[in-house]
């Protein structure tokens, strides 16, 4: 575990901590903001605002690239973020951390660059239903591709994920598992290291979508002894362009290239070329400096806030929310694993989660509607959508309330019409 | 912008009532045409993935290219079932040619453009789905099943709204 900041202040204060997000003190539709898609991406504090401003004012160039004073100051500052999310992951070493456009990319660039290489025909690719597209699609280009099989695991009614059922699916022709470690939909937390534990004993390596669990969790990679761990900076609270796959030294470094381009090698001649070794073998072209910066003064942020704290807080919004819905006629939950995040996927009766999702913007309240780019997971729980409300450390138990009235008002447009 | 517009005149709850008014929850809750022709000419889905919603569109044109006969199948939100409904109530003994002018004069009018093109009668049919244009995210709701007539006609298999 992550040593945590011990804080002076044993009160969880939401409200102050709101004062650091501008964009909070929106009006919509003459009320005030209720912010509540945070698992779609998370609005930025002051801090990480100020951090790429001063940085862009003050410290600006490319990186790796000119010997002159900014040049050294960027690449300073561009590497000491690269630190920063090591030591927010607790990985091992500043080599396996690869910065990279987001999660997607991340999650792309373990298939195309380590995968693929590896994968026959008939070769398995074992993951669950409650996958985000991200880390579906790019199997599915090697089944298309290369004739790999995507092996299914499925959840409970309660959306959990058992690990044995993982272990179940591994076969001798298993290369790897691709899972999340937060559901974006259900919000359930799968059982990480148990799950790294059964596909090792196995020999089958395992990839890890963090892109949620990061934000909300603490992630320690090295006693999840996960093989790779994809995350994306603007749920964490930091700039959109920045995400950062984990990889283990050993892999990365068998790892072919990605993208070619500038930065990424070693030498090229007129017939031959050598490549850099990671993380830069990995990062051609002028990298997302400037998000680079942010990103580290977002994990900066949440570290400053505590994350058992925010994690905390979190939970009890999510309690209190569950409850109150639940106490609400025509409510469906889907989702309730035990170990769950603060993301309430819900259906109410009779009402498609977009029309939900228009009446509840109408009260200021700011909910995703939809499938959630996770659409095997709907066909699992029969339906066409969901209405999602996900929590953030800047959440209230006010906005717990903003939204349990605003799921009474659109019960009372289509019940009464 | 139809956003502007709206706070010209329309508070969010004005918008919202016209929005979700009785008679699109009655055409949403109790489709009219519903379900599949057994026996039809043309045939077209269309398909929002931005939210799943389905609608499939069916039709029994003659050789005069008479609109004899329509239907509507699917899952959608109030919105998008609601305007299949009221579509299919107008399209029968059309034209392939009127068929295609209500399709324009429908778009105009969820746009909040000018609707001068659509007969008198046609507009006070369709003028319930007005307050759509108040909500730009939801255009695409209600057009989905006029796009998929489109296609029909065309005899093209699916229509897409993204
Ligand atoms: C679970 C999960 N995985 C992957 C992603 C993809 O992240 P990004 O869109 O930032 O690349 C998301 C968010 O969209 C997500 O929720």
């Avoid at chain 1, 339906?383 to 450390?393: E, K, N, P, Q």
């Avoid at chain 1, 006010?398 to 349990?404: F, K, N, Q, R, T």
Wanted: hydrophobic content about 40%; overall charge negative; proline content about 5%.
């Amino acid at each position: 575990m992550i040593p945590q900041p011990v804080s002076k202040d044993p009160v969880y204060d939401a409200a102050a901590l709101r004062r650091d997000f501008p964009i909070l003190a929106t009006r919509v539709n003459g009320k005030p903001l209720v912010y509540l898609d945070n698992a779609a991406s998370a609005q930025k504090p002051a801090p990480v605002i100020d951090a790429v401003e001063k940085f862009v004012t003050r410290e600006y160039a490319n990186v790796h690239r000119g010997v002159h004073f900014l040049s050294s100051a960027a690449t300073e500052a561009y590497e000491s973020a690269r630190d920063r999310v090591r030591r927010f992951l607790n990985a091992a070493h500043h080599d396996e951390i690869v910065f990279t456009r987001g999660g997607t990319e991340a999650i792309n660039m373990v298939a195309s660059s380590w995968l693929a290489p590896r994968i026959q025909p008939g070769d398995e690719i074992v993951l669950s239903v409650m996958e985000h597209h991200s880390n579906i699609v790019p199997w599915h280009f090697l089944r298309e591709r290369q004739g790999a099989v995507l092996k299914w695991v499925d959840v409970s009614g309660y959306g959990e994920l058992d690990p044995g059922d993982i272990a179940r699916a591994l076969s001798p022709r298993t290369k790897l598992v691709a899972i999340t470690h937060m559901s974006n939909v259900l919000g359930t937390e799968t059982n990480l290291r148990e799950i790294v534990r059964l596909a090792h004993s196995k020999g089958v390596a395992v990839l890890a979508d963090g892109c949620q669990a990061a934000v909300h969790a603490q992630v320690d990679v090295q006693e999840l002894d996960v093989d790779f761990y994809a995350i994306t900076g603007h749920k964490l609270y930091g700039p959109t362009g920045i995400g950062a796959l984990y990889g283990k030294r050993d892999h990365l470094k068998a790892m072919r290239p990605w993208l070619g381009g500038g930065e990424m090698i070693r030498e090229v001649t007129q017939e031959s070329i050598t490549y850099a070794d990671p993380p830069m073998r990995f990062e051609a072209g002028t990298p997302p400096i400037i998000q680079a910066v942010g990103l580290a003064a977002a994990l900066d942020y949440i570290d400053t806030v505590g994350r058992e704290r925010i994690s905390l807080h979190e939970h009890a919004l999510t309690a209190a929310a569950t409850r109150k819905l639940k106490e609400l006629n025509g409510i469906r939950i889907i989702g309730e694993a035990p170990a769950k995040g603060p993301i309430i996927s819900f259906e109410a009766t009779g009402i498609h989660p977009h029309d939900l999702a228009t009446i509840l913007d109408s009260e200021g309240v700011a909910v995703r509607g939809g499938h959630h780019c996770a659409q095997p997971l709907m066909r699992r729980f029969d339906v066409m959508g969901t209405a999602r409300a996900s929590f953030a450390l800047y959440n209230t138990a006010e906005e717990v309330d903003a939204l349990i009235h605003a799921v009474v008002q659109a019960r009372r447009v289509f019940d009464n019409g | 912008m139809p956003w502007c517009r709206r706070a010209g005149y329309l508070t969010m709850d004005d918008s919202l009532r016209e929005l979700y008014q009785e008679v699109i929850l009655d055409h949403s809750r109790h489709p009219r045409h519903f379900g599949a022709l057994a026996a039809h000419t043309n045939m077209a889905e269309g398909h929002n993935p931005l939210c799943g919603d389905r609608v499939k569109i069916f039709m029994q044109i003659d050789s005069a290219g008479r609109i004899q006969d329509v239907s509507f199948d699917g899952r959608g939100c109030a919105i998008s079932v609601a305007s299949a409904s009221l579509m299919t109530q107008l399209l029968k003994g059309r034209t392939v040619a009127e068929a295609e002018r209500l399709m324009g004069g429908f778009l105009a009018l969820v746009k909040g453009e000018d609707t001068t093109d659509l007969e008198p009668s046609d507009r006070e049919h369709l003028q319930v789905m007005a307050g759509v244009s108040a909500f730009p995210m939801r255009v695409k709701c209600a057009t989905l099943a006029w796009h998929a007539m489109k296609a029909a006609l065309e005899h093209k298999g699916g229509a897409k709204t993204e």
